[in-house]
Each structure stands twice: as C-alpha cells, then as structure tokens.
C-alpha cells in the first residue's frame, strides 16, 4: 500500500529557506507513469498546487506553479525513495500545511492528473 | 482567487440531496480539461472523491456523483449523511497557467 510522510521543521524565520521532505514506502518514485508534488493550504484556505514531477527514461519532467516558481525547487533521492520540496524568501504568507501526494498522469495534457494517495501534511509556520 | 470558483457554504438536512458547483473559464472547464472533486474531513488530508468528471474510485459511496457541462462542473450527494459533513474542493488543469487549479472550497453542512 503506498504511502507518503512529509517532515521538515515546523518553524521558519522570515526570508530563509523552508525544506521539506516527502519519504515514499509502497511504491517508487521511478514509477513513470505517476506524478509526485506538493500542495498546501494556508490556514483556514483552499489548496494551492506548488509544484510537481514524474520520472521517465531517465529524465524528469518538472512543473511549478507559476506564482512560485522563481522561489521553488525539487529534488530526488531515489536511494532513499524521497523527495524534497525547497522555497526560498519565505514570508508569512507561506504560512501553510504543506501535504507531498501522488497521481497518475493525464493521457491529455502530460500533466498530473489528479492526486489520489497523499500524506497527512506537515504544518509550518513563519515567524520571527 | 481562486481559478475555480465554488460556493463557500451549502447545507442539506440528513437524507437531501445537495449539489455543489464548480465554475471555470474556457482555459480550464471550458477547454475541455477533466474535473476532479476531493473531500477534506476536518483536520485531515484531501481524498479524492470524483475522477475525471465522473468516475468514483473503489471505496467511495454511490452517494456522490460528478458532472461536466461547459465551462462548469458539480458534484451531487444524495442521502446525505451527518459524516458526508467535510469541505469539498474541486480540481482541473488550466492551460493559461499550465498548471493545476483548485476551487476556493465549499463547506457542506448537515443540519
């Protein structure tokens, strides 16, 4: 049964970087035809998709969320079956619940899909 | 703002039916992109209800029921339930922001 656990601190201070870390048991994220990423949601908010990717013939293929992408990367260990999540100049606006999920792939667009296996999520909190 | 918009609140009394709806725009819903629909139980994660405008993953009521017409979508409970209380959130790809979209969320309260 896959599952996924995010970790990473609870607490950052303004105009640092915020890691996050997503361990998948269940399944590989080499898997090709599945999209891993991020979502989070900021307190009392809707979701807001930060950014994904999939893994195929030895190439990721990786996409943000616009509003973000200047502030955003991903990284992979495949090794220890987990991926990372990194924004930069984090105000309080990044405030959020951060959830790493999974997904097949849309035969349409090449894009994920939907997300239907996700993590509990991880709260992190900006402050000074 | 939210891509996609959903009502913020929709309340049915045990045994309604209720219906939530998702409006897009012609880079999204309108373009023909598929919608998804997810139901967030109070202080857990997301899970998806609804695939592809319509199809219910194994394990999920036939309670709930999805449809696509145009530039909007809208999810359907019948027979609701004091548990089916949740936010509800629905999902697409938006080709002007070549990326996934949400809906600001729609809390169901049953009376």
């Known amino acids: 049964q896959l599952q996924l656990q995010e970790s990473g601190p609870g607490l950052v201070k303004p105009s640092e970087t915020l890691s996050l870390t997503c361990t998948v048991s269940?399944?590989?994220?080499?898997?090709?035809?599945?999209?891993w990423g991020w979502i989070r949601q900021p307190p009392g908010k809707g979701l807001e998709w930060i950014g994904s990717?999939?893994?195929?013939?030895?190439?990721?293929?990786?996409y943000y969320n616009p509003s973000l992408k200047s502030r955003v990367t991903r990284s992979v260990d495949t090794s220890k079956n987990q991926f990372s999540l990194r924004l930069s100049s984090v105000s309080a606006a990044d405030t959020a619940v951060y959830y790493c999920?999974?997904?097949?792939?849309?035969?349409?667009?090449?894009?994920?899909?939907?997300?239907?296996?996700w993590g509990k999520g991880t709260t992190v909190t900006v402050s000074s | 703002q939210s891509v996609l918009t959903q009502p913020p609140s929709v309340s049915g009394a045990p045994g309604q039916r209720v219906t939530i709806s998702c409006t897009g725009s012609s880079s999204n819903i309108g373009a023909g992109y598929d919608v998804h629909w997810y139901q967030q139980l109070p202080g857990t994660a997301p899970k998806v209800l609804i695939y592809?405008?319509?199809n219910r993953p194994s394990g999920v009521p036939d309670r709930f029921s999805g449809s696509k017409s145009g530039t909007s979508a809208s999810l359907a409970i019948t027979g609701l339930q004091a548990e089916d209380e949740a936010d509800y959130y629905c999902?697409?790809?938006?080709?002007?922001?070549?990326?996934?979209?949400f809906g600001g969320g729609t809390k169901l309260t049953v009376l």
């Open positions: 999902q697409s790809y938006d080709s002007s922001l070549s990326g996934l979209v």
């Open positions: 999920a999974t997904g097949p792939s849309d035969v349409v667009t090449d894009r994920w899909y939907y997300m239907d296996v």
């Open positions: 990717f999939r893994y195929s013939g030895s190439i990721y293929y990786t």
């Open positions: 592809g405008n319509s």
């Open positions: 269940g399944g590989s994220i080499n898997s090709g035809t599945y999209y």
